[in-house]
């Protein structure tokens, strides 16, 4: 089995900054994509941004020049440095692994998701 557990949520003001952090483990042989993607109440899951193995990355518009993911592949993480949040940030935040088991079979894997609220 394969677990993705997240942490670094919480509650901050606007214009705050927070770092969210997801780390894989498990019968892991290597993991292709990593990403966060984000819900907020009444609305379907949506991509926030993406990092492939070799480093390329991908944002959603609303949250490109505020947010930087990174990952570290030896360590099987994967972190969110979110920064000049806004209101409209406000969701459960979700790490997603695109994982090679020891098997050779490829699965998506979800973590248990960590809240974000941006309030004053």
């Known amino acids: 089995q394969v677990q993705l557990v997240e942490s670094g949520g919480g509650l901050v003001q606007p214009g705050g900054s927070l770092r969210l952090s997801c780390a894989a483990s498990?019968?892991?042989?290597?993991?292709?994509?990593m990403g966060w993607y984000r819900q907020a109440p009444g609305k379907e899951r949506e991509l926030v941004a993406t990092?492939?193995?070799?480093?390329?990355?991908t944002y959603a518009g609303s949250v490109r020049g505020r947010f930087t993911i990174s990952r570290d592949n030896a360590k099987n993480t994967v972190n969110l440095q979110m920064n000049s949040l806004k209101p409209e940030d406000t969701a459960v935040y979700y790490c997603?692994?695109?994982?090679?088991?020891?098997?050779?079979?490829?699965?998506?894997?979800w973590g248990q998701g960590t809240q974000v609220t941006v309030s004053s």
């Open positions: 990092i492939t193995g070799y480093g390329t990355t």
């Open positions: 997603n692994g695109r994982v090679r088991i020891l098997t050779g079979a490829v699965y998506s894997y």
């Open positions: 498990g019968s892991i042989s290597s993991i292709s994509a």
